[in-house]
DNA sequence: CGATCTGTTGACTGTTATCAACTCCGGTGG
DNA sequence: CCACCGGAGTTGATAACAGTCAACAGATCG
């Protein structure tokens, strides 16, 4: 499902949310944006700034912050083929700041050209306005993990997550997936101090759940690690449209959710 | 600003957030709907149902719970003028339990007639479209307020943003809103247990910041609250239509709030 | 090869959860 | 009219989880 062009992960969230058609695709590849760089922590934008063009992630890690001091509170974490600041696309205004976890490649599409993609392809229309929607529900996720569950849960249901999410979109399919963001950044998502997060992490790997080497994360054992989580991936709201045999195996893990 | 009937709370919550013309008011007068009514704590849409039709709150409080045994974390709270499932509109699965938080009245429209009404009147469909942003950032506030503040500070913000919201649709001009809630439905609101919750509003009483008698609660001395809470309303996303002397006010208690 | 950032560990503190008992209030039925 | 009942609010004692401080080890990079 590579289709080998700068926007395809972005291609294969679309196709997540809506059908597109060859005709939708080829609408994007047409895109024009500009590619830009960011090193680790670098901040993208900034509260308060005025905004045009909407932030799609090629590669790397983005995320939410409300202050880019040292250790502002994380709010949500953008992957590959997210448009991190989608909802400035109908109300332009910052309100956080986005900052790169770890080195990120990011293509600025100017508002204008999505929303002449809009009304060329109803689809893509459709698209976007669903990945608005489920980022909603993403964030009404993060309330419910903050709000009930301790240090180990929370960040055990971040890592399901984010490799659920990364899985969307053709990456971490063998369950390694790389993790240029610190030990501090865990904690910030998750709201805990960093010296927790590091007993925290130390946990998980002793129940054999984390491998968190380098910049590499394997997990060894997906359905522990959502059955520790109770993560239930149905809040991503995504077709699940080609049936690969991880995402069969993630299928099965999720069967063996203890039930709420 | 009462225009007097059923959805003049609804009218008044999208004026803010649109410039509505009195074409547009007249089609809001004319939409189709089932009233119902609601006892405390009572279920208004579970948890996997399925929707045709959107939950327009005329009177009363709701909140979303993602359990409702007794005491689910509550993930967000609508006030009068709000639809509380308005993403169902856009997509129509019910991920959570909608649940009274004292007696309230509901009106059903069916999702048809909103469809309809946003093809008719685009400053409308415009105005939806922004009050579901405006939800997303409610619900992004709600992360930081639980990953970041204690519990003192935690309620004194949620008192805060539920007044404002109040004051949006010309309630709690005066800094006394109606409270048929529980303080074991504010605990859950926080994410603090009820005992604790308890002794937290114990605290904001001797602080001399909240009075709650009976089913009635008034905030004598809202810059304080404000300035306690560092509450900030500007993500509310409201355009400020009318500036009443309240609301002039609430503006000069804002400019009290420390910077972060 | 030193500076700096990240990860790790131990000791101590503090906020909040939990448990249990008790009061207060509004309603309900005898 | 009163006794009773259940839900909400209140209080104290104790325990658990997580925060803070401080020191050090290891890696990475100029």
Redesign the interface.
């Known amino acids: 499902m590579q289709t080998g062009f700068a926007f395809s992960k972005l291609a294969d969230h679309l196709a997540n949310l809506a059908e597109l058609t060859a005709d939708d695709l080829d609408l994007l590849t047409k895109m024009p944006s500009t590619i830009a760089h960011f090193g680790s922590h670098q901040a993208i934008l900034r509260h308060g700034d005025a905004s045009n063009q909407c932030c799609l992630l090629l590669q790397g890690y983005l995320s939410?912050q409300?202050?880019y001091g040292s250790e502002g509170?994380i709010?949500?974490i953008s992957v590959p083929g997210d448009i991190a600041d989608l909802?400035t696309l109908?109300?332009p205004?910052i309100?956080?700041n986005l900052i790169a976890l770890g080195p990120a490649v990011v293509a600025f599409v100017p508002h204008r050209c999505l929303r002449e993609l809009s009304i060329r392809s109803p689809a893509i229309s459709r698209a976007l306005?669903?990945m608005?929607?489920g980022?909603?529900?993403i964030?009404?996720n993060?309330?419910?993990n903050?709000?009930?569950r301790d240090a180990l849960t929370r960040a055990a249901h971040l890592l399901c997550e984010i490799t659920a999410r990364l899985q969307n979109v053709g990456l971490a399919r063998d369950f390694r997936l790389s993790s240029p963001f610190t030990q501090s950044d865990l904690a910030a998502a998750c709201?805990i101090s960093p010296v927790h997060a590091n007993r925290t992490i130390q946990e998980l790997r002793r129940c054999n759940l984390l491998h968190w080497h380098g910049k590499t994360l394997t997990i060894p054992d997906w359905p522990g690690l959502v059955r520790l989580a109770r993560f239930d991936p149905?809040?991503l709201?995504l077709r699940r449209r080609d049936q690969t045999p991880q995402q069969a195996q993630s299928g099965a893990a999720r069967a063996d959710v203890v039930p709420?």
């Open positions: 939410w409300d202050a509170q709010t949500s909802r109908y109300r205004c309100d956080g306005l669903l608005l929607i980022d909603h529900a964030q009404r993060w309330t419910i903050l709000g009930s709201s149905a809040y709201g709420a």
